[in-house]
């Protein structure tokens, strides 16, 4: 990382000088360097052309232990938002609970339909469809996706079900 904020540095100040060559750049994985030695002994290869810009990134917050323990790590609030009081918090789960109990009672119904009317994949043709096949097998397909879409869907309200505090 310090050859790449170097080179930012020397590109920038050779960015500056009026015509002036730039030294020979080498890339090496994804890092670049101006250090024949260096070059030399990773093993990169020599940049051909247009000039090259670094920028560097931020590290992430709480990227990793040295140690590599797998300690649970618990969740913060964001800073400067408002602690919510215990009762309130039961409040607010108990809430999301119920809106997606209903949801998931929608979705099951809703699958129940679809299930009934896709009739294991050979629903009644309509209207033109006796005519024209391909416009039965489309519908049949479409309907299969829906089937799918609609069990993703319950699976999902079920896992966040699942991560909200059991009812007390």
Request: aromatic share 4%.
């Amino acid at each position: 990382m310090k050859t790449a904020s170097l080179i930012f540095l020397a590109g920038s100040l050779l960015a500056a000088l009026p015509a002036s060559a730039q030294e020979r750049v080498w890339r090496c994985g994804n890092e670049y360097t101006n250090n024949s030695t260096i070059a030399q002994q990773k093993g990169c290869k020599v940049m051909e052309g247009g000039n090259v810009t670094v920028v560097q990134g931020t590290k992430p917050a709480g990227g990793g232990s040295a140690g590599g323990s797998s300690a649970p790590v618990a969740s913060r609030a964001p800073a400067g938002s408002p602690r919510v009081e215990g009762v309130d918090q039961r409040a607010r789960d108990g809430e999301a609970r119920s809106v997606l109990e209903s949801e998931l009672k929608k979705a099951e119904a809703r699958q129940a339909e679809l299930k009934k009317e896709y009739n294991n994949g050979e629903p009644e043709k309509q209207g033109s469809e006796g005519r024209n096949y391909q416009k039965y097998l489309d519908r049949v397909a479409e309907m299969k996706a829906e089937l799918a879409r609609n069990e993703s869907d319950i699976a999902g309200i079920r896992r966040e079900l699942g991560r909200l505090p059991a009812k007390q």
